[in-house]
């Protein structure tokens, strides 16, 4: 079965600190994967994904990720956090011909003014 | 655009009782689908659809019904409710459904069973 695993359930910086969480996938073929992130009170909403290409996507907010097929990952990177990117993150992803987004069991991210 | 939306924000039922969670989009798109969310768990697809007419089952569909006799349209039914239906639910939609889309997630509905 298809499973996205996130081994941070929750992760607190400082302001300026620098940011990698990790994602990992557990499919076989082609994958499409995928960052969302839920602000307090908020929608989630998608911070960038990655289908084809260039394995280092870069996302809104100054987040990026990259793919590493032989480690099966697709971990998220920000240089430097700010107070506003508390939020829960979550990875997701969809392989093959399942119409269906595996979402992987979030990070909470506390940062720290 | 209102996007998708969600009715009610906040409901609490006594365990048996039967309610209705409503999902409404306006980006006139084919795919729809319910995820429940639960601490340390994610999200979890309920059931999802297509397009008018089609649904299908999810990870975790028991105890939930669907119907899309619209395209703008994807209500969630709880026959008969349980505690373990506590949780936070999502509505989401995208144009195809295609495995390439960006998901767009309605506000939630938080449920609480009694």
């Known amino acids: 079965a298809q499973s996205v695993s996130q081994h941070n359930h929750h992760v607190i910086l400082s302001e300026a600190a620098s940011l990698e969480l990790g994602c990992n996938y557990s499919?076989?073929?082609?994958?499409?994967l995928f960052w969302y992130v839920q602000y307090p009170g908020q929608h989630l909403q998608l911070l960038l994904k990655?289908?084809?290409?260039?394995?280092l996507v870069k996302g809104i907010k100054g987040f990026e990720a990259e793919f590493i097929k032989s480690k099966f990952s697709f971990n998220l990177r920000k240089p430097s956090v700010q107070w506003s990117d508390t939020a829960e993150y979550f990875c997701?992803?969809?392989?093959?011909?399942?119409?269906?987004?595996?979402f992987g069991s979030g990070t909470q991210l506390t940062v720290l003014p | 655009n209102a996007g998708v939306t969600q009715t009610p924000k906040f409901q609490v039922l006594k365990t048996g009782q039967s309610m209705t969670l409503q999902c409404a989009q306006d980006?006139?798109?084919?795919?729809m689908s319910w995820y429940r969310q639960d601490p340390g768990m994610g999200l979890r697809l309920i059931h999802y659809?297509?397009?008018?007419?089609?649904?299908d089952q999810g990870e975790v569909p028991n105890g939930y019904n669907v119907s899309r006799s619209t395209t703008e349209d994807f209500p969630l039914r709880l026959l008969s409710a349980a505690p373990s239906q506590t949780s936070v639910y999502f509505c989401?939609?995208?144009?195809?459904?295609?495995?390439?889309?960006?998901?767009?997630f309605g506000p939630g509905t938080r449920l609480l069973v009694l």
């Open positions: 989401a939609s995208s144009p195809w459904g295609g495995l390439q889309e960006t998901q767009y």
């Open positions: 659809s297509v397009g008018a007419g089609i649904t």
């Open positions: 997701a992803g969809t392989s093959g011909s399942a119409r269906q987004l595996t």
């Open positions: 499919y076989g073929g082609t994958v499409n």
């Open positions: 980006m006139n798109h084919e795919y």
């Open positions: 990655y289908f084809s290409g260039d394995p």
